[in-house]
Nanobody, 111 residues
Framework: QVQVVESGGGLVQPGGSLRLSCAASGSIRSISVMGWYRQAPGKQRELVALVSSGGTTTYADSVKGRFTISRDNAKNTVDLQMNSLKPEDTAVYYC?????WGQGTQVTVSS
C-alpha cells in the first residue's frame, strides 16, 4: 500500500503565490510518474502538471509559465510552485503517485 499526502494549500490573493508539497510513502517498489490534478466545483478533475521519473514535465496550457513542478526521487516527493495565481485556479488540488491519489488540498484565490 502507498500513502500520498499533500500539504500547502490555502487562501491567497490574485497575483500571489503558493507552494504545494506531496509525499508518497509505503510499499514503493519503483520510481513512477508523479503529478498534480485539480477539481473545481461542478467541474471534472483535470491535469495540472506531471513529472516523469526522468524529470520530463508536462503542463496544462492554462498554467504554463506560471506553475513549476519538481520532484525529489530519493524522497518520493513532488512540489508545485504556483505563481501569478488567478481566481480560476481555485480548486481542490490532488497529488498522484502512479495509481495512488492523495486526499486533496484546497487552494482558493480571492481578494
Amino acid at each position: 500500500q502507498v500513502q500520498v499526502v499533500e500539504s500547502g494549500g490555502g487562501l491567497v490573493q490574485p497575483g500571489g503565490s503558493l507552494r504545494l508539497s506531496c509525499a508518497a510513502s509505503g510499499s514503493i517498489r519503483s520510481i513512477s510518474v508523479m503529478g498534480w490534478y485539480r477539481q473545481a466545483p461542478g467541474k471534472q478533475r483535470e491535469l495540472v502538471a506531471l513529472v516523469s521519473s526522468g524529470g520530463t514535465t508536462t503542463y496544462a496550457d492554462s498554467v504554463k509559465g506560471r506553475f513549476t513542478i519538481s520532484r525529489d526521487n530519493a524522497k518520493n516527493t513532488v512540489d508545485l510552485q504556483m505563481n501569478s495565481l488567478k481566481p480560476e485556479d481555485t480548486a481542490v488540488y490532488y497529488c498522484r503517485y502512479a495509481i495512488y491519489w492523495g486526499q486533496g488540498t484546497q487552494v482558493t484565490v480571492s481578494s
